[in-house]
């Protein structure tokens, strides 16, 4: 059976579950990985050899099995021809829910030994690889804030711990849908005049196609007729992000109590690993705003650590590691470099 520790902080099985790595005929030129980043938004795919060279990205649809019915075949359509690759030598799936619940891993663990076979496989959390990437395997603290938030520390030992992700029902502070919800909210003070007057109005009823000369009859139909809540409130969140950069105040204060609640991660797992100046960094959509980034520098007290590889990285990285691949600065940085570049970033 598998076990899962619920507060997350101590994960052998299923954080870090490994397949056996078995001897390959292929010769070490040829050897390929692959790295999975999945998410509840988009999932990418990317492979490289064994020098840290990027070889191929793709993106998909998002694959997480709390949200998105259809995860298992969104996996495999995009997987397939990375499986079918002559000279795989290893994956690395980093996948959302992961080590989180048990049913939803157990199945994720199922679709990858499905698709890769007997390829020697690593599955684990996605913000984990998030952290990996981001410190290059060392130690750190790393916050996601996209749909939803979450931060992943990995200590100078190497242990996992975690806190936030609790979805959107329960937590998820300072995520996409957290300030989506507090825009709405916003949004429907002012109309009411409970509130400021702010741009976040016809920021919101022009992003939403509506009229806003009814606006109690056109917010709610439109709320009364979402198919996929989470996701389509998380999009308003830009909105806030812009116009807090512009300087309105009603979207400057629903950023700043996101930033502050994000830096409550960051402040939890130093108190809990009494490491008060452990560096830092992020991943996720939201960090893309300069707003975020600075009002989340302020609560931490200090700046961020750059990230040194994406997510897709870490997984690369993370499948690398397991096949004990000799990993140095310089495979670091060929992969980022490639990375970007094949990324167009």
Same mark, same amino acid.
């Given at each position: 059976?598998?076990?899962?520790?619920?507060? /997350?902080?101590?994960?052998? #099985?299923?954080?870090?579950?490994?397949?056996?790595?078995?001897?390959? *005929?292929?010769?070490?030129?040829?050897?390929?990985? $692959?790295?999975?980043?999945? /998410?509840?938004?988009?999932?990418?795919?990317?492979?490289?050899?064994?020098? /840290?060279?990027?070889?191929?990205?793709?993106?998909?649809?998002?694959?997480?099995?709390?949200?998105?019915?259809?995860?298992?075949?969104?996996?495999?359509?995009?997987?397939?021809?990375?499986?079918?690759? *002559?000279?795989?030598?290893?994956?690395?799936?980093?996948?959302?829910?992961?080590? #989180?619940?048990?049913?939803?891993?157990?199945?994720?663990?199922q679709a990858i030994g499905e698709l890769f076979g007997a390829v020697p496989q690593r599955l684990l959390n996605d913000v984990d690889a998030a952290n990996i990437g981001a410190f290059a395997g060392g130690p750190g603290i790393l916050i996601l804030a996209g749909t939803g938030s979450m931060a992943w520390a990995r200590d100078p030992a190497g242990n996992s711990h975690r806190t936030g992700g609790w /979805?959107?029902?329960?937590?998820? #502070?300072? *995520?996409?849908?957290?300030?989506?919800?507090? $825009?709405?909210?916003? $949004? *429907?003070?002012?109309?009411?005049?409970?509130?400021?007057?702010?741009?976040?109005?016809?920021?919101?009823?022009?992003?939403?196609g509506l009229a806003s000369a009814d606006g109690l009859n056109d917010l709610v139909g439109w709320a009364s007729r979402l198919g996929e809540a989470r996701m389509q409130i998380a999009a308003l969140a830009p909105l806030a992000l812009a116009l807090a950069e512009q300087g309105d105040p009603v979207a400057g204060a629903i950023v700043d109590a996101a930033a502050a609640e994000l830096a409550l991660h960051v402040k939890t797992l130093e108190r809990r690993l009494d490491a008060p100046t452990m560096a830092w960094s992020f991943a996720g959509g939201l960090f893309a705003s300069p707003a975020l980034r600075r009002a989340v520098t302020k609560h931490v007290g200090r700046p961020p650590s750059p990230p040194r590889l994406p997510p897709v990285g870490g997984a690369l990285l993370a499948a690398a590691q397991h096949l004990g691949w000799p990993i140095d600065e310089g495979w670091i940085d060929t992969l980022a470099r490639s990375l970007g570049e094949l990324s167009g970033s």
């Open positions: 059976m598998i076990h899962i520790d619920r507060d /997350g902080t101590d994960l052998p #099985e299923l954080n870090s579950w490994r397949a056996p790595v078995p001897r390959h *005929s292929h010769s070490p030129s040829q050897a390929i990985i $692959v790295g999975i980043d999945g /998410g509840g938004s988009k999932t990418l795919i990317a492979s490289a050899v064994r020098s /840290g060279q990027l070889i191929r990205l793709e993106r998909g649809r998002g694959t997480s099995p709390l949200e998105s019915p259809g995860w298992r075949e969104a996996l495999a359509e995009l997987a397939r021809p990375f499986a079918g690759a *002559s000279g795989l030598a290893g994956v690395a799936a980093a996948l959302p829910a992961y080590g #989180e619940v048990e049913a939803a891993s157990a199945a994720q663990q /979805g959107e029902v329960i937590g998820d #502070e300072g *995520s996409g849908y957290w300030i989506g919800n507090r $825009v709405l909210g916003a $949004v *429907s003070k002012a109309l009411d005049e409970r509130a400021a007057p702010t741009a976040l109005v016809d920021a919101v009823f022009d992003r939403l």
